[in-house]
C-alpha cells in the first residue's frame, strides 16, 4: 500500500473543553492529508457537543466517524459530583469495546490519539494492538506538569502537602491546585490525575495545545525530563486554528457597537454561578458604564438550563442591562464573538480553549477562574501580558461574593488599558506566525506526522 498515507484513530472525552481542540485537530491533520477517523463516544452530555459533532461530519465528508456506545452503569449516582467526569468515567469502562472497533479499521491505523483522561486505560489496548498511542492534552504545558507530577506528591495519607515545585518553573501555589485534588477522600478527578498522570510515561508522545512563545518554559522542563523521568515528548502544536464551520449565527447588536467597545463575559461550558452571584455581576456590569455581551449560564448542563432570563436576573436587573449591554442565555459560537472587531474585553474563566481564542483574536482578558486547571491559565495570562487576574476574587467552591462595584472596578479598568490593548494584539500576530507556514507549531506538526509514515 501507499508509503506516505497516513491514518489516524482521535478519541475525545466528554465536554466541550474536550471536544473542541479534537475537532480542530481532525480538521488541520484533514488538510495535513491525514485521513481521521474520529471515534464519538455516545450519548453526549451537552446539546452543544452533539451539535459540533454534526457540523464536523457535514463539513469534512472524508472524516470517518465511528460510535463509541457507552453502557449504562449499574450504580447511577456513584460519584455524581460532575456530570462530565461522570461521563469521563462512562468512557473509561466502556473502552474494552474499542479493541475490536480499532482493529476493523481499514486501511489499519498508524498511530491512535487519545484524550488526557483515558491514558491509563486506552494505552494497555493499543499496545496490545501494537499501535503508537499518543496522549492529547487538552490544557495548558504548565497543568500538564501538575497532571504528571500529581501522583508523586501525594503523601503516605493520599493527599498533598504542598504545591509544585520544579526547577527552572514558577512553583504552582496549593492555592491553585483544583480543589477536590486536595481532597483527603478519593474523588474521580483525584483517580484520574493519579492513574493517567503515571501512564503518560508508556504513550508515544504529548500533543499539547499550546506553542514556543507562550509557555517556552513548561516545555522545556517538560522535555528535559525537570517534571517527571520518562515521560515522552510534549509536542506543541497550538494554538489550533478555530474551524470556520463552527456554528454561526447573526448578532446585529454587535454589528451596531463601535469598534473595540464591547465586553463580553462567559464562563464556558460548564460553569454555573450562584443566582446571587449572577445577579452581583450583572449589577457590576450596568455600573461599570461599558457596553456589554453576557453569556448567562445558570446550570452546568445545558440541557438542564431552561429557566428564563428574566426569572434569573429579575426584572429591574433585566431591563437596566438591556440600555447598554445585551444578555443571552444560549450557546453563541464564542469564536464568532471573539473574532468581531466590536470586541474589546472578556471576563473569562480562563478554560483553556478560551483562552485560546482570546489570544487567537487579540482580545484581552480579565481572569475570573473558577474551577479545575483555571488558576494556573490565569496566572499565563498575566504572565504573557494578556490581562489580568484578580486573585482576591474567590473560586467557584468557594462560599464568597464578589460584590458589583468590584467588579465594575475592574471592567472599567481593563477596557480602559491600553498598553494591554496592545500586547494582546501583538499575541495575536505572533499566534498567527506560529500555526503559519514554517511556523514552529506547523513545523512540529508535520514531523510527527512524518513519523507516522512508516
Ligand atoms: Br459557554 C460557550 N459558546 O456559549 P473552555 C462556550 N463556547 O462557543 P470549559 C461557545 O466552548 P473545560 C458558548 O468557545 C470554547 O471553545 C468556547 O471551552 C465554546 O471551557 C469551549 O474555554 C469551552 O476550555 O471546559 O467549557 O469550562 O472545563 O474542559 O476547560
Redesign the pocket.
Known amino acids: 500500500s501507499d508509503q506516505n498515507f497516513v491514518h489516524v484513530a482521535l478519541l475525545p472525552s466528554a465536554?466541550?473543553?474536550?471536544l473542541?481542540p479534537f475537532i480542530r485537530l481532525a480538521a488541520l491533520l484533514t488538510a495535513h492529508n491525514v485521513q481521521v477517523t474520529f471515534i464519538t463516544p455516545i450519548p453526549t452530555v451537552s446539546l452543544?457537543e452533539s451539535q459540533s459533532l454534526s457540523h464536523l461530519f457535514t463539513t469534512f465528508p472524508q472524516i470517518t466517524q465511528k460510535h463509541l456506545h457507552l453502557l449504562p452503569l449499574d450504580e447511577p449516582s456513584a460519584n455524581s459530583e460532575d456530570p462530565?467526569y461522570y461521563h469521563f468515567e462512562l468512557i473509561r469502562r466502556s473502552s474494552h469495546l474499542l479493541s475490536p472497533l480499532l482493529s476493523s479499521l481499514s486501511p489499519p491505523l498508524s498511530a491512535m490519539i487519545t484524550d488526557m483522561s483515558f491514558a491509563s486505560t486506552v494505552i494497555p489496548i493499543t499496545d496490545s494492538l501494537g499501535l503508537p498511542n499518543y496522549i492529547f492534552f487538552?490544557?495548558s504545558a504548565k497543568m500538564l506538569t501538575l497532571y504528571v507530577s500529581f501522583h508523586t506528591m501525594l503523601g503516605p495519607n493520599r493527599v498533598i502537602k504542598d504545591g509544585l515545585k520544579v526547577s527552572g518553573l514558577e512553583p504552582i501555589p496549593k492555592a491553585w491546585i483544583p480543589p477536590p485534588l486536595l481532597e483527603e477522600d478519593n474523588n474521580l478527578l483525584k483517580t484520574f490525575f493519579t492513574e493517567n498522570g503515571k501512564k503518560m510515561t508508556e504513550s508515544d508522545g504529548i500533543l499539547v495545545n499550546t506553542y514556543e512563545s507562550i509557555e517556552h518554559e513548561a516545555l522545556a522542563a517538560l522535555n528535559e525530563g525537570r517534571v517527571l523521568i520518562g515521560l515522552p515528548s510534549a509536542i506543541a502544536i497550538g494554538p489550533l486554528p478555530?474551524c470556520k464551520f463552527?456554528t454561526s449565527q447573526q448578532l446585529a447588536w454587535l454589528d451596531n457597537q463601535p469598534t473595540g467597545s464591547v465586553f463580553y463575559i462567559?464562563?464556558?461550558?460548564?460553569?454555573a454561578m450562584s443566582r446571587e452571584q449572577i445577579r452581583e455581576l450583572g449589577e457590576g456590569l450596568v455600573r461599570s458604564g461599558c457596553r456589554f455581551l453576557w453569556?448567562v449560564?445558570d446550570k452546568k448542563v445545558d440541557m438542564e438550563d431552561d429557566e428564563k432570563l428574566i426569572e434569573v436576573l429579575g426584572q429591574g436587573l433585566l431591563e437596566r442591562v438591556k440600555e447598554k449591554g445585551l444578555a443571552v442565555k444560549?450557546?453563541?459560537?464564542?469564536?464568532e464573538?471573539?473574532s468581531h472587531p466590536a470586541i474589546g474585553g472578556f471576563l473569562?474563566?480562563?478554560?483553556?480553549?478560551?483562552?485560546s481564542?482570546a489570544l487567537w483574536n487579540g482580545v484581552r482578558i480579565l481572569a475570573w477562574p473558577q474551577?479545575?486547571?483555571?488558576k494556573i491559565n490565569a496566572n499565563l495570562v498575566e504572565r504573557i501580558g494578556l490581562g489580568m487576574w484578580v486573585k482576591s476574587w474567590g473560586w467557584g467552591e468557594e462560599d464568597m461574593l464578589v460584590k458589583a462595584e468590584d467588579i465594575a472596578e475592574r471592567v472599567r479598568e481593563i477596557m480602559g488599558n491600553d498598553s494591554l490593548r496592545l500586547q494582546a494584539l501583538h499575541i495575536k500576530e505572533e499566534a498567527r506566525v506560529v500555526v503559519g507556514d514554517g511556523g514552529s507549531s506547523t513545523k512540529t506538526l508535520t514531523t510527527l506526522i512524518k513519523t507516522w509514515k512508516k
Open positions: 465536554g466541550m473543553g474536550h473542541t452543544a462530565f487538552t490544557s478555530p463552527e462567559s464562563f464556558g461550558s460548564r460553569t453569556v449560564k444560549k450557546w453563541l459560537n464564542q469564536e464573538v471573539l473569562s474563566h480562563c478554560g483553556w480553549n478560551s483562552l481564542e474551577h479545575g486547571d483555571q
